[in-house]
């Protein structure tokens, strides 16, 4: 708002020069905070690309160190899967907030969490063949329960003979179970 004098009593009210003087105050005085407030936002940018560059470093240390535990004998696969999975997720988030990456630093992290990964992957792929098989498993034992011979117009059914089969192909299913539980 602009603060221009009311005249006395009995004027005309208030020149134009009074008005565009007051106007011109308010305009500078505006701009000047605008100034300083862009002033600031670049500090702060500033702050904010140092700061990102501390995280990443952080990030990549990490990573580093969870590529070290991989080579750990026991190694709690979900828990390492996850972990690497986080901090991936967290340098997603610094992309977004913004400031440059340092490639150098980037190709660090990423080696570094390809490495962590190598332990997992091993793992995933040692599941895909321990269901393969299972499923190649269950495939042999419907065909044998496939090829019993329930019986003919001739011959009557041996019903003994056919629940005896259905419980050896139950406990031979039971036993398969999921590759998780076994």
């Known amino acids: 708002?602009?603060?221009v004098a009311m005249p006395p009593a009995g004027d005309d009210g208030p020149t134009l020069e009074a008005i565009l003087s007051?106007?011109?105050?308010?305009?500078e005085r505006l701009q000047q905070t605008h100034e300083s407030l862009q002033a600031e936002v670049a500090r702060l940018k500033g702050w904010q690309h140092w700061g990102g560059g501390r995280v990443r470093d952080d990030l990549a240390a990490e990573a580093e160190a969870l590529a070290k535990a991989s080579a750990a004998e026991k190694l709690a696969v979900k828990a390492h899967a996850d972990a690497i999975e986080n901090?991936?997720?967290?340098?997603?988030?610094?992309?977004?907030?913004?400031?440059?990456?340092?490639?150098?630093?980037?190709?660090r992290f990423d080696v570094a969490l390809k490495t962590?990964?190598?332990?997992?992957?091993?793992?995933l792929a040692k599941l895909k063949e321990a269901r393969a098989q299972n499923l190649a498993a269950r495939q042999a034992l419907i065909a044998?329960?496939?090829?019993?011979a329930i019986g003919s117009e001739e011959q009557p059914p041996d019903f003994r003979g056919l629940a005896r089969h259905l419980e050896q192909f139950q406990a031979e299913w039971r036993k398969l179970g999921p590759i998780e539980h076994t």
């Open 116 to 123: 962590a990964y190598l332990p997992v992957a091993a793992h």
């Open 22 to 27: 007051a106007w011109s105050d308010a305009t």
């Open 144 to 148: 044998t329960l496939d090829a019993v």
């Open 87 to 107: 901090l991936r997720e967290r340098w997603k988030q610094l992309d977004k907030l913004g400031g440059a990456t340092n490639r150098t630093l980037w190709l």
């Open 1 to 3: 708002a602009v603060d």
